[in-house]
């Protein structure tokens, strides 16, 4: 009985990391104007956590933009959810709008890795081998992967763009009990693969230590368990201001909110209130996100 229910619990840590990838439509890609008049050009780029998932609003009311608009910063965020390495290094190469922007920019800012374990058909076989303490071998393989193409994407913006300041997240793990244990297996080796970037290339970007701010489950992760919501977004911009203070590219630390943040909860967006407040449920079980 204790083998079935692990098995089975399995299964829906799994499923959990899978659903919420799948269910998001693509997003279609237009034409961007690039604004100006503000101090400096901000470009955001990468996966769900710097597009501000977590929150409805999050062009108005996601950490990147709270950023610039204290800093009267001209804002380009050109990151959407589910994006890996491999994806960002093919949108670089191969879209002029991506070109045009990193040319554009005087800050870059990145959060981009995670994706490369969860994103992907591989999540149940990596999720199921991580609770089962086997399959270490192909998580290695993929941190490898990520930190290969992490010298790359260095390589593509430094060839466009030489001068900008190139700033990447690290990864934080918001999950607790059963869930934490593949959760944790992916970001450690996330942040390790981006320290020994960092020990290659340590004149070329900085990192930001997001995780110092998200560090747990709590009062600042969506309903989802994983993305920050609005009160989260909000406190990495505090954190994100000082930074940028610290670097000599900006003079405020305290967030200016043009627009507050609506916490945001996909699985019943996608699946409807009676199956995404049940998914929910299961979810914050596994991760013992409780609030």
């Known amino acids: 009985m204790k083998k079935t229910k692990r098995i089975l619990c399995v299964i829906l840590c799994a499923l959990v990391l899978l659903l919420p990838l799948s269910a998001v439509p693509a997003s279609a890609d237009g034409e961007y104007d690039f604004p100006s008049g503000g101090s400096l050009n901000f470009l955001v780029m990468g996966d769900s956590i710097t597009e501000g998932f977590g929150v409805e609003n999050s062009e108005e009311a996601g950490y990147a933009r ?3 608009d204290t800093n009267g910063y001209n804002y380009v965020n050109l990151s959407r959810v589910a994006t890996d390495t491999e994806r960002l290094i093919y949108q670089i190469k191969n879209t002029d709008r ?3 922007a990193i040319r554009w920019a005087d800050i870059i800012h990145l959060s981009i890795g995670s994706n490369n ?13 991580a609770l089962l303490g086997v399959n270490n071998k192909e998580l290695d393989d993929i941190a490898e992967g990520i930190y290969e193409d992490y010298l790359k994407i260095i390589d593509l913006i430094r060839a466009i763009n030489p001068d900008a300041k190139l700033i990447f997240d690290n990864v934080y793990c918001s999950w607790e009990g059963l869930g934490r244990i593949p ?4 970001v450690v080796r996330v942040n390790n693969a981006l320290n020994q970037a960092l020990e290659t290339k340590k004149d070329e ?3 930001f ?7 747990g489950p ?5 309903a989802d368990s994983t993305h920050p919501n609005a009160k989260g977004n909000v406190e990495i911009a505090k954190a994100m ?3 940028l203070k610290e670097l000599g590219l900006g003079e405020n630390t305290e967030p200016v909110i043009n627009a507050q943040g609506i916490d945001y909860n996909y699985f019943v967006e996608c699946f409807g209130t009676v199956a995404g407040t049940l998914i929910t449920a299961i979810v914050r079980v596994l991760t013992l996100h409780f609030q």
């Open 66 to 68: 709270i950023v610039a």
């Open 98 to 100: 991506f070109r045009e």
């Open 117 to 129: 374990y969860l994103a992907n058909d591989r999540v149940v076989l990596i999720t199921t081998g």
């Open 183 to 186: 959760f944790n297996k992916a």
């Open 205 to 207: 970007f900085v990192i």
């Open 209 to 215: 230590d997001l995780a110092s701010v998200i560090n």
């Open 218 to 222: 709590g009062e600042l992760v969506a």
């Open 241 to 243: 201001l000082k930074f």
